[in-house]
């Protein structure tokens, strides 16, 4: 099967060159109140903000666990807005 290549209309603004926690972070520094994401079966908005802070929860309590950078996590849950908690 030959590989297949689509292209699309040029981005409207350039991919920033970052992580997603340090894009979330960026755009939180910024920008708290903005929405970053969006529960599509409900609504349910999640702010830049809020995010951030519970992107650091998350991590600060991970490591407590002895969880280290560049160990690996299995998280197994439904499809929300918190999976970039674990980015």
């Known amino acids: ?6 292209r699309g209309p040029a981005l409207a603004s ?14 939180a520094r910024q920008w708290p ?3 970053a ?3 599509a079966a409900n609504g349910r908005e999640v702010r830049y903000g809020a995010l ?3 992107i650091g929860r998350v991590a600060a309590g991970l ?4 969880l280290h950078p560049g160990q690996t996590l299995l998280m ?8 970039p908690l674990i980015a």
Request: charged share 20%; net charge neutral; hydrophobic share 45%.
């Open 76 to 83: 197994c849950a439904p499809n929300l807005p918190e999976w």
């Open 1 to 6: 099967m030959t590989p297949r290549v689509y």
């Open 37 to 39: 994401l969006v529960e």
């Open 33 to 35: 109140a903005a929405v």
């Open 14 to 27: 350039p991919v920033p060159d970052l992580t997603l926690p340090r894009f979330i972070r960026r755009q």
């Open 52 to 54: 951030d802070c519970m």
């Open 63 to 66: 490591a407590a666990q002895g």
